[in-house]
Structures are given as C-alpha cells and as structure tokens.
C-alpha cells in the first residue's frame, strides 16, 4: 500500500475532533425533541409551534446559509468557520433555557441553525483532504457517528436533567459547554495545497446541476431524510402520547438505542459501502426495509415488538449519512466539495425540517400524530425510487459507481 493510501495519526486526531463537534452539533439540535412534552405543557403549544421550533426555526438560516458556508468553505480557512459557528450555536443552545415565551425559544433556535449551517460543508471539505478516496465512506460514516452519539445523548441526559430539574437546566448544561471546545478547533492543522492549487482552475459549478446522479441523490436523500428526521423529531412524542412512556423512560431508551446501535450501524454502513462500492444501491435498498418497519412501529402495540422494531429501523435510518457524503464529494471534486455538500444538505434540511416536520404537525393536529407519521413510510418509498435512479445514471458500461 502507498503512502497515498495511508492516512496519517494527525489525520485520526482530526476525525476525532471533528467527530466530538458533531456530537455536539446534534446534541444542540435535538436536545428540544426530547423536551417537547414539558414546554408544551408551560407553554400550551400546540403540535404546529412545536414543530416551527423544533426544525422551521432551525432550518430557516441553516438552509439559506448552507450553499455560502459551502462556498465560504471552498475559498478560506475551514477550521476558523467551524469554530465560529460552533461558537455561535452553543452560545444560543445555553441561552435557549432562558426564554420565556414562544417568540424567545424562536429566536434562540434560529440562531442555532446560523451556527450549524458552518459545520457540514467545511469539515467534510476537510476530512476529505485527510483521508484517501478508498476510505471516505468511511471516515465520514465515523464523522457521521456523532448523529447517533449526539442524538443519543440528547435524548438520555435532556430525558433525565428534564425530569430532574426542569427543561431549562437541559440547555444551560448541554448548551454552554460547547463554547470550550470551540477553542481546540481554532488550532486545528489544514491540508490546504490541494485546493490552492484547485482555486486557480476555477471549476465550474454548473458540472454539479446538470448531473442527473447528483441531482437524484440530492432528492432521494431529502426523502429518505425527511422520514430519519421524524423518528428523532416525533419517536419521542409518539410513545409518551400513544404507550403512555414517563419523560425518562423515553430519553434513556432513546439514548441507550442512539449510542449502542446507532453509532456502530452508522460505521458499518461506511464500511460495507467502501467495500462494494455501489453506496446509493445500497442505501436505496436500506429505504425499502424501512417501509415496513415504519409501519410496524406506527401500529405495534405489544411492547416487546415495538422496541426491537423501533432499534432495528433507528439503525437503518442513519447509515445513509457516510455513504451520501462519501458520493457527494466523490462526485464534486476537489475545488466543489464545499458547495455540493452545501447544498446537499440544505436540499435534505428542506424536507426533512422545513416542509416534513410541520407538515406532520399540522396532520398531527387535525388527526392523530400515529396516522401523521404514515408521512414517514411513503417518504422511504419515493427515496428508494429516487436513488436507484441516481445509481443508474452513474453506471456507465464496464464500471460500477
């Protein structure tokens, strides 16, 4: 094997830094999911102003400045807009537990999603100057890892302070503390040759908008995400309302699941789709098992049933993460990986907060929240159609993608 092929320790470190971010990245983000119950009740929200505070807040400048982080990403210092964003987003997380009314919790939220828009484009733009083509699937399915880890920590430590000492004191002591790893960020060492060299090609980044490959991945995975995003958003909500679950039981379940399955699936899939390369074949097929299991989990009463339904469609419902960026980045290039993850993610983030997540509030509250989560199967069914699209259109004769 050639030192080209080799990723050196620092390379590790990096991952490893960058990893613990993203542990704080969702942590901050789904920490509320978590806490809904609560503030619903202090507040008397309904299911639609959980939902615009939960992801509409979120989203709204996280998506429209995704594409410029992504750019940003592409033209300056990667380390220094992760460490301002991560700044900026745990500052706000803290501050979240001092809101006192719908407006406040608002504000505070969107100014999380202006923190987090800077992470995704700039640390996979990084982590793919680490790492070598034949295992990019896999360090970002361990980057990735801190969705589950995250999450996962959200859900059981937000379930335990929020029950403990009320929902206020899950923020100040989730939020605040990210503010410190900010600092190690700051020092983080970049490979910038590549790209100095690649900024003076000046690539065109109408290649990215008029692949089909690309285009089809970007709306399958909105759809695929759209329904993995509702199961953190909604899966606590459901089984407090529908099977009657204390706040507790819930978070430390959702946790245990999140961290002991979640992270190693979500490596797995990294794996498995560096080895066979066909990574949106493979993800396609992981959305055709879902459908069935949503629909279980939605209708399942028997207790046992309902959790090894609900851990074996949590573990399919994040290892699309490595392989998606894996295939973005390999599709960009060098001198776009920035934009395409960019907007990428802001596509995703669209669907899966900006349209998915109200939408299923709003049915929510005209209906019931069980028959408002049949969204979330029918989403897997047109993912799966849309990314086997996407495969095909990168198959060419003589070559799998």
């Not at 991952?15 to 509320?32: E, G, H, K």
């Not at 619903?40 to 505070?53: C, F, I, S, V, Y």
């Not at 706000?92 to 001092?98: A, C, H, I, P, Q």
């Not at 990215?208 to 995975?221: D, E, P």
Request: aromatic share 12%; charged share 10%.
């Amino acid at each position: 094997m050639s030192s080209e092929d080799r990723a050196p320790a620092y390379s590790w470190y990096a991952l490893a830094l960058l990893t613990t971010v993203y542990v704080f990245n969702f942590l901050d983000r789904t920490l509320i999911y978590i806490l809904f119950q609560p503030i619903k009740k202090e507040m008397a929200l309904t299911d639609l102003q959980l939902a615009l505070l939960g992801t509409t807040s979120f989203v709204i400048f996280y998506t429209l400045l995704g594409v410029p982080a992504g750019m940003l990403a592409d033209r300056t210092s990667r380390k220094t807009i992760i460490g301002i964003g991560l700044a900026i987003w745990s500052l706000f997380s803290g501050l979240t537990g001092f809101a006192h009314g719908f407006w406040e919790l608002f504000a505070c939220r969107v100014m999380v999603g202006v923190g987090e828009a800077t992470l995704g484009p700039a640390a996979l733009s990084l982590l793919a100057d680490y790492f070598p083509a034949r295992m990019r699937a896999t360090a970002q399915s361990v980057y990735a890892s801190g969705i589950a880890i995250g999450g996962g920590l959200a859900f059981f430590l937000g379930g335990w302070i929020g029950q403990s000492y009320g929902w206020r004191w899950a923020f100040y002591l989730l939020g605040f503390p990210g503010l410190v790893l900010a600092v190690l960020v700051f020092f983080l060492r970049e490979k910038s040759a590549e790209r100095l060299v690649q900024s003076n090609v000046r690539p065109d980044a109408g290649v990215l908008f008029r692949s089909k490959r690309y285009l089809y991945l970007c709306a399958g995975y909105a759809m695929l995400g759209l329904a993995s995003n509702s199961l953190g958003i909604w899966g606590p909500a459901f089984f407090v309302r529908v099977h009657k679950f204390s706040l507790l039981t819930v978070g430390t379940a959702a946790g245990i699941i999140s961290i002991v399955i979640g992270a190693p699936a979500m490596i797995l899939s990294g794996v498995i789709s560096d080895r066979v390369r066909r990574r949106t074949l493979f993800t396609s097929i992981v959305a055709l098992l879902s459908i069935p299991l949503w629909i279980a989990l939605l209708f399942v009463d028997n207790v046992v049933l309902l959790v090894v339904t609900n851990v074996v469609l949590y573990a399919l419902a994040i290892m699309w993460v490595g392989p998606a960026t894996a295939d973005v980045t390999e599709i960009a290039g060098p001198g776009l990986r920035g934009l395409a993850i960019g907007v990428f993610f802001s596509t995703v983030n669209i669907a899966a907060y900006g349209i998915g997540s109200p939408l299923i509030g709003k049915l929510s509250d005209l209906s019931t929240l069980r028959l408002a989560l049949l969204t979330c199967p029918t989403a897997c069914a047109a993912g799966a159609i849309l990314l086997t699209l996407s495969w095909f259109s990168g198959v060419t004769p003589g070559k799998s993608t």
